[in-house]
């Protein structure tokens, strides 16, 4: 099976409401992307190999696409994005492999690797899940849209996991910069972990939603965090996923 998907991730400081930057905080910016590859997707294993290319700076349309949801909610806009990251292309390449350990009827773990190596963003990432539910098929693990694996699997349901998830990384231009008008001076921790937990329901053998909720240790260190800090955000993730047969 093929996917081809489009993504945009967006990035703001920890105090929001700041025009001018810290330097020793994440920089304002955005990632548009676009996603592409192949699948093999079986009842005990999943593989994928794909591609990705997307752009930073204001090309990335994160100013705008903020803009928009926020004025929709009436939340004050983001002052900092004159200071966003500056233009970057970047490519890259995707590799991911999961296998499912059925440990009863209505239980399985699924252990999870991946490889994303680019020119902006280079890491290797694990996982371990716990799974829960009716008819448990397939060994996809939740994750946020830009990691997020395609396709549906398994027959009509609850389900849920638990789980952990690690990831080393080499380097990361969106945490490093180069940023309009300042030299951001944070950087890119090498090791970052995280704990979730998700609940979905799958609609017979085409769609399927899932809320998932994390906790991620802070992926960059800079003055803006104490020494030692792994600080780190909760994170949510409405995944609504559907499957078209031809």
Request: zero cysteines; aromatic letters at 8%.
């Amino acid at each position: 099976m093929s996917f081809v998907s489009i993504g945009q991730n967006i990035y703001t400081q920890a105090n929001r409401r700041r025009t001018t930057p810290l330097p020793g905080d994440r920089p304002v910016g955005a990632w548009l992307y676009l996603r592409g590859g192949a699948v093999m997707d079986g009842p005990a294993r999943y593989d994928m190999v794909g591609f990705e290319i997307g752009l930073t700076g204001p090309g990335a349309l994160g100013q705008r696409a903020q803009n928009t949801v926020h004025d929709i909610i009436g939340v004050t806009r983001v002052p900092g994005w004159r200071h966003q990251l500056r233009p970057r292309t970047g490519v890259a390449l995707l590799a991911q492999s999961a296998r499912r350990i059925p440990l009863g009827e209505r239980t399985d773990l699924v252990a999870e690797g991946r490889l994303h190596l680019g020119n902006l963003d280079t890491h290797l990432g694990a996982a371990l899940g716990l799974r829960f539910g009716q008819a448990l098929d397939g060994a996809r693990l939740p994750a946020e849209a830009s990691h997020a694996a395609p396709g549906v699997r398994g027959p009509a349901g609850w389900h849920g996991v638990v789980g952990i998830r690690a990831r080393a990384v080499a380097f990361d231009g969106l945490v490093e910069g180069p940023a309009y008008g300042y030299s951001p001076t944070v950087r890119a921790r090498p090791f970052v972990a995280e704990g979730f937990a998700g609940l979905g329901y799958r609609f017979a053998r085409n769609a399927e939603v899932m809320f998932v909720l994390s906790r991620r240790s802070a992926d960059f260190s800079g003055a803006s965090l104490a020494p030692g800090s792994f600080a780190g955000h909760t994170i949510g993730i409405i995944r609504l996923a559907w499957h078209f047969d031809h």
